[in-house]
């Protein structure tokens, strides 16, 4: 399948680099180039809106877009085609799919956990737990989205754009819960390649806050929680 990959065209390098990661697989990468803005994540909102609108004027059935610093997961490739499947198969269930991202912060889950907003089991496939992100997912470097959900998405960030410069929750890498039927499946299928953001001019090692908060998703999951946690 093709997937768009979000890039810089100053970040070559990055470009190079997510070509390794997806080297012999079914996916078919295509360089999208990245609007860059002096206001955070601004420029990848509108990236993203671009490249739905891309999909919408093309009448695509799905679209994969994935940012260029996606770091794909052991066994991913097995992973990523039952999964698919399963979304293929029951379109009623679900209107965005992220490959893997954070549900907040820990002190942030913490308090969702305490409330009952803990991620939600919809379903099971091969050795993947296709769950529901009870309020929202951090994290646009694996998101796969269906046609049916183009026009929603587009209608609600054409409401919120005015406003994404400034408030950051409304961002297209902050995938809205109560808005959209987020899902994804454990384990994740794509971590973020840790490194230099060009957005915020800092390190981050996002592949170890992901990592983390695989594992937390994971405990919801075990033989011994899994009655309590079931939808």
Request: proline share 3%; hydrophobic share 35%.
């Amino acid at each position: 399948m093709d997937a768009y990959v979000i890039n810089l065209d100053k970040s070559t390098d990055r470009w190079k680099a997510i070509q390794k990661e997806f080297k012999g697989s079914e996916i078919r990468l295509h360089r999208f180039s990245a609007l860059e803005h002096s206001v955070g994540g601004y420029g990848l909102f509108l990236t993203c809106i671009k490249l739905i609108k891309m999909a919408k004027s093309k009448g695509l059935e799905t679209i994969l877009i994935l940012e260029d610093d996606c770091l794909p997961a052991p066994g991913w490739k097995k992973n990523w085609k039952s999964v698919k499947k399963w979304l293929d198969d029951n379109p009623s269930k679900w209107d965005i799919y992220s490959g893997g991202s954070r549900g907040g912060s820990f002190l942030f889950q913490d308090f969702t956990d305490m409330i009952g907003l803990y991620p939600r089991k919809i379903g099971e496939v091969g050795e993947s737990t296709i769950f529901r992100y009870p309020f929202i997912a951090l994290g646009a470097h694996w998101v796969y989205i269906p046609k049916r959900s183009y026009k929603k998405l587009l209608d609600y960030y054409d409401k919120v754009s005015f406003l994404t410069k400034y408030v950051p929750m409304l961002g297209v890498d902050i995938h809205q819960s109560l808005a959209f039927n987020v899902v994804s499946s454990y384990p994740f299928v794509a971590y973020q390649r840790s490194g230099h953001s060009t957005l915020r001019k800092t390190y981050r090692n996002v592949e170890k806050l992901m990592k983390a908060h695989e594992k937390r998703v994971g405990h919801y999951f075990t033989r011994k929680n899994k009655k309590n946690h079931e939808s």
